[in-house]
């Protein structure tokens, strides 16, 4: 809960391709994946995966990463 919170805040504060909104996004996926919610994990990847290709690129480490949390979904 506190996770989304930070990143509910984040997104309103400094907006939602802010890297450090990002990477708070990037934390989540992998904990609603651990609760049990993988719709919810995937939307967020896929999410964090689109605004990263967009502001770093395709081959950026922070893009691969994203991909790499959503493989695991």
Not at 27 to 32: D, K, R, V, W
Not at 49 to 53: D, L, T, V, W
């Given at each position: 809960k506190l996770k989304e919170q930070v990143i509910e805040t984040r997104k309103k504060k400094l907006e939602a391709?802010?890297?450090?909104t990002?990477?708070?996004m990037n934390?989540?996926?992998?904990?609603?994946r651990e609760q049990?919610?993988?719709a919810e994990a995937e939307k967020l990847n896929v999410e964090v995966?689109?605004?990263?290709?967009k502001k770093?690129?395709?081959d950026h480490p922070d893009?691969?990463?994203s991909l790499n949390n959503l493989?695991?979904?």
């Open positions: 391709d802010y890297l450090n990002l990477a708070n934390s989540l996926a992998p904990t609603y049990g919610r993988a995966i689109e605004i990263c290709k770093l690129g395709t893009t691969l990463f493989a695991f979904i």
